[in-house]
Nanobody
């Protein structure tokens, strides 16, 4: 099970750190991705990190404003977001995939087998 947390309401220009915690299995061998979906829009891949942590990918829409990291000791992946914009408003989901990627690979397309329930991020102007 994946559980996201850290979402909330923030003013434009503010920061949030989202967490994705796993229970029941270890994230050590899983590539992790963050996706988001805004009302009326398609789901968008935001970022991913390989199981080894050596590779990270960021969507152009968020590049330079977010950082993904993982703490395998705490079985958690983080998405640090700063300089938030109203267009970042969405439900953010983390997802894990253990079989499709080598330890140095990930992507923001998937498919990913395990998904969290999502956490709402709302950025006010």
């Amino acid at each position: 099970q994946l559980v996201e947390s850290g979402g909330g309401l923030v003013q434009a220009g503010g920061s949030l750190r989202l967490s994705c915690a796993a229970s029941g299995f270890s994230l050590d061998n899983y590539a992790i991705a963050w996706f988001r979906q805004a009302p009326g829009k398609e789901r968008e891949g935001v970022s991913c990190i390989s199981s080894s942590g050596v590779r990270t990918i960021y969507a152009d829409s968020v590049k330079g404003r977010i950082a993904i990291s993982r703490d395998n000791a705490n079985n958690t992946v983080y998405l640090q977001m700063f300089s938030l914009k109203p267009e970042d408003t969405a439900v953010y989901y983390c997802a894990a995939e253990g079989f499709r990627y080598f330890s140095f690979e990930c992507d923001t397309v998937g498919p990913y087998n395990y998904w969290g329930q999502g956490t709402q991020v709302t950025v006010s102007s």
